[in-house]
C-alpha cells in the first residue's frame, strides 16, 4: 500500500521509498525514511494535498508523491 492511500486517523510504518534523483531525495531529507511511524491527520477537501505527522512536526504532501511511499498500516 502506497502513503497516498492511507485514511484520516490511521497509523502506518514506511516500509520503502521509491522515485529517482531529486524527488526521492528530498522526500528522504523530509523524514519520510524506512520504519517512520506516520499518522494521517488531514485530507484537503479536494483530496490533494494531504497533512501527515511524523517525528514530532506536521508535513504536507502531494497525493503524487505520497504515491511514492510505500507503508504497512498498523491496527490496534
Known amino acids: 500500500m502506497t502513503l497516498d492511500r492511507l485514511k484520516i486517523g490511521d497509523r502506518a510504518i514506511i516500509?520503502?521509498?521509491r522515485g529517482r534523483g531529486i524527488l526521492r531525495h528530498r522526500l528522504l531529507d523530509m523524514g519520510?525514511?524506512?520504519r517512520t511511524i506516520v499518522f494521517m491527520r488531514?485530507?484537503?477537501p479536494?483530496?490533494?494535498?494531504i497533512e501527515i505527522?511524523?517525528?514530532g512536526y506536521t508535513l504536507t504532501l502531494r497525493k503524487e508523491e505520497a504515491r511514492n511511499?510505500?507503508?504497512e498500516v498498523i491496527y490496534g
Open 15 to 17: 516500509i520503502g521509498v
Open 32 to 34: 519520510l525514511t524506512p
Open 42 to 44: 488531514n485530507v484537503a
Open 46 to 49: 479536494m483530496g490533494d494535498p
Open 53 to 55: 505527522a511524523l517525528r
Open 69 to 71: 511511499i510505500d507503508i
